[in-house]
C-alpha cells in the first residue's frame, strides 16, 4: 500500500473514532449540531482522537529511532527502560513539585527519560555478547530497576494510586485543555524526518559513522532528545502504552526494509492506524464501559512480539 493508500484509512478511522461514544452522534448530526453535541465533539471527541494520532505517530517513531541507534531490531521505549524513567520524573515531579503544571512535569520527565537513555547507550556500548535478544533484555532489567525505584518512594510517599495510574495508558480523560501539551512531539518528528539519513549512516555503526565525516555521537544525543522528549509528552498525558514502538517498526521494517528516510512515513501513519484501532476496540469490546487502550495495545502488541521473536530465531 502506498503513503496515500495509508493516509486516507487513517482519515477513515479517524472519522469512525469521533462518532464512537456513550452519546450518539451521527454523521448528520456534524452539519446540524445542537449544543451539547458540539461541546462533546469539541471538547472530548476531536481531542482524543488527535491525541491517538499524535502518541501512535510519536511512539512509532520513537521506537524506529533506538532501533537504529542500537543497531537492535528488539529496542524500543518498553524494552530500554525509557518509559520507566519518564514514571520516575513524574514521580519526582509531584514530590518536588506538587502543584506544577503539565509543562514542568513534562520538562521532569525529559530530563529522566533523557539521562536514562544515555545511561542505557552507555550500557549497551560496553556488552561484549551483542546478542539480538541479549541487548533488550539488558534493558527490560535496566527499566526494572527504575520502576523499583519508583515503586520504592511510591510506597514511602503514600502516591501510590497515583503511580499506578501511570501504569496503564488510557485516553477516556483526554479533554480540550489537557492534551495540548503532546504538539510538542511535532518539532522532534520533524527534526527526525530531517536526520532521518544521518540516522542511517548511525545504525551502521560508530566508526563506519566517523569514516563518513558524520558526527556520531551529535546525532546519537539528537536521536535521544527527540524519543526523550516524546515519550515524556505521552506519559504525562495518557500514561504507558507498551509494545507499539517495537512491533510497528518492525512489521514495517519486514514490508518496506530499513531505509529510514522511506519507512518513516511507513512508520508515522502505521502507528496511528493502529493505536486508533486499538482505541476503537477498547471502547467497542464492553461498551459503554471502555477497556483501557494500554491493555489492549499490550495484548497485541505483546502476541505480535512473541511472533516477531520467534520470527528472528
Not at 39 to 64: E, H, K, M, W, Y
Not at 82 to 109: C, E, H, V, Y
Not at 254 to 260: F, K, Q, T
Request: glycine share 8%; with cysteine.
Amino acid at each position: 500500500m502506498k503513503i496515500a493508500g495509508y493516509l486516507i484509512v487513517l482519515i477513515l478511522v479517524a472519522c469512525v473514532s469521533v462518532f464512537i461514544g456513550v452519546k450518539d452522534i451521527s454523521i448528520t448530526d456534524i452539519f446540524h449540531p445542537d449544543d451539547e453535541e458540539m461541546l462533546i465533539l469539541t471538547v472530548s471527541r476531536i481531542p482524543r482522537t488527535l491525541s491517538l494520532i499524535l502518541a501512535g505517530i510519536g511512539l512509532s517513531i520513537s521506537g524506529l529511532i533506538l532501533q537504529q541507534i542500537t543497531q537492535n531490531k528488539f529496542v524500543s521505549p518498553t524494552t530500554a527502560g525509557t518509559l520507566d524513567a519518564a514514571k520516575l520524573g513524574l514521580l519526582i515531579a509531584f514530590l518536588w513539585m506538587p502543584q506544577s503544571g503539565l509543562l514542568n512535569r513534562a520538562l521532569m520527565a525529559f530530563v529522566f527519560t533523557f539521562a536514562a537513555s544515555l545511561v542505557f547507550l552507555n550500557i549497551t556500548d560496553r556488552i561484549r555478547y551483542r546478542n539480538i535478544i541479549f541487548v533488550p533484555l539488558v534493558g527490560i532489567i535496566f527499566g526494572n530497576i527504575l520502576s523499583s525505584v519508583t515503586s520504592f518512594f511510591a510506597y514511602r510517599y503514600n502516591i501510590v494510586q497515583n503511580v499506578n495510574a501511570w501504569l496503564v495508558g488510557d485516553f477516556s480523560s483526554v479533554l480540550k485543555g489537557n492534551y495540548e501539551v503532546l504538539f510538542f512531539s511535532v518539532p522532534a518528528i520533524l527534526v527526525t524526518y530531517l536526520y532521518a539519513n544521518r540516522f542511517t549512516v548511525a545504525g551502521m555503526g560508530e566508526a563506519f559513522s566517523k569514516n563518513l565525516g558524520l558526527n556520531y555521537r551529535q546525532v546519537v544525543n539528537t536521536g535521544l532528545f527527540c524519543v526523550s522528549l516524546t515519550v515524556s509528552v505521552v506519559v504525562i498525558t495518557v500514561g504507558v502504552i507498551p509494545f507499539l514502538g517495537l512491533v510497528v517498526p518492525n512489521i514495517i521494517s519486514l514490508v518496506y526494509g530499513d531505509n529510514l528516510r522511506k519507512t518513516l512515513p511507513y512508520t508515522a501513519l502505521f502507528g496511528a492506524l493502529f493505536l486508533l484501532v486499538c482505541d476503537i476496540a477498547g471502547r467497542l469490546v464492553m461498551f459503554p464501559f471502555e477497556v483501557p487502550i494500554g491493555v489492549v495495545v499490550g495484548i497485541a502488541g505483546g502476541v505480535l512480539f512473541l511472533i516477531l521473536l520467534f520470527r528472528k530465531r
